[in-house]
């Protein structure tokens, strides 16, 4: 489980002991990992925390490495580690754009290609990707970010179908507003852009007062944890599971209402 250190990841590292699962933490911050682990240990499950920054090859393997030593396989990987890059397109730096990319899909991938192997001799396995419906609505003033989430919706798509023959089974998360510190951690991540945004200041301006009026509805990490848990226990899990229910209704729109239509949704009330 990657991204465990708090939200989502902390959510469903402690769902998934409660079950029984052997869950291995990983996720840069180190302390908030031994304190989880703590916790989790209190309550009599089993965890191992390896803290792990995924863009980083050598801490990729390690993480992979030190799960084949303590347990001799792995049956599921949850990539949920990832952060938001948000500001006009036309002003956030390309190695701005580098860094989310790193971290959303390059890292990602490159530790689930590192999984693939031990799964597919073992024959069976389940990878679960952390998408957001911003992986299928892409949110003015978040284009980045998106980028991201599409790209991990395709990545999906395709290993879904290139593993099935090894029983390797991928399924997509895609969360919609939820009460965790990722809105903080983008707006710090995005505001040496967000702060001098020039001639898109009202917008920007008008993207955040819809960000904050999204997040009164915003969904405990736990409902999120849940359909994870739910992806990983039945037999067949269906490719996508969305939540919590204004996911569902977002995606619905999106597959009903025009282009033109959805783009006035999405920027009501600019500037």
């Given at each position: ?23 291995v933490?990983?996720a840069r911050?180190?302390e ?75 890292g ?18 389940r ?5 957001s ?15 991201t ?13 290139e593993l ?8 997509v ?21 967000t ?7 009202a ?12 997040l ?11 359909k994870?848990a ?37 920027t009501?009330?600019?500037?």
């Open positions: 489980m990657t991204g465990a250190s708090s939200g989502i990841g902390e959510a469903t590292a402690r769902r998934l002991a409660e079950e029984g699962a052997r869950v933490l990983a911050r180190e908030r990992l031994e304190a989880l682990r703590g916790r989790i240990g209190a309550t009599g499950g089993e965890a191992l925390a390896v803290p792990t920054d995924v863009a980083l090859a050598a801490e990729r393997e390690r993480l992979v490495g030190e799960t084949l030593s303590a347990y001799g396989r792995i049956d599921a990987l949850v990539n949920n580690a990832g952060y938001g890059q948000r500001g006009p397109l036309e002003l956030v730096p390309l190695e701005a754009v580098r860094r989310n990319f790193e971290t959303n899909v390059f990602l991938l490159a530790l689930t290609q590192l999984v693939i192997p031990v799964m597919r001799g073992q024959g069976s396995g990878i679960v990707n952390v998408s419906v911003a992986g299928r609505i892409v949110w003015p003033y978040s284009a980045v970010y998106g980028a989430k599409h790209a991990l919706e395709a990545l999906s798509d395709g290993l879904r179908v099935e023959p090894f029983g390797i089974q991928v399924v998360i895609e969360p919609g507003f939820v009460r965790t510190e990722f809105a903080e951690a983008a707006a710090l991540a995005s505001r040496s852009v702060e001098v945004a020039g001639p898109y200041g917008g920007v301006e008008g993207a955040g007062r819809r960000l904050q009026r999204g009164r509805i915003a969904a405990q990490p736990e409902e999120i944890a849940e994870i739910d992806a990983l226990a039945v037999r067949r899990p269906r490719p996508r599971y969305a939540a919590p229910l204004h996911a569902r209704v977002a995606l619905l729109a999106r597959r009903v209402l025009p282009q033109r239509l959805l783009d006035r949704v999405l009501a009330g600019r500037g």
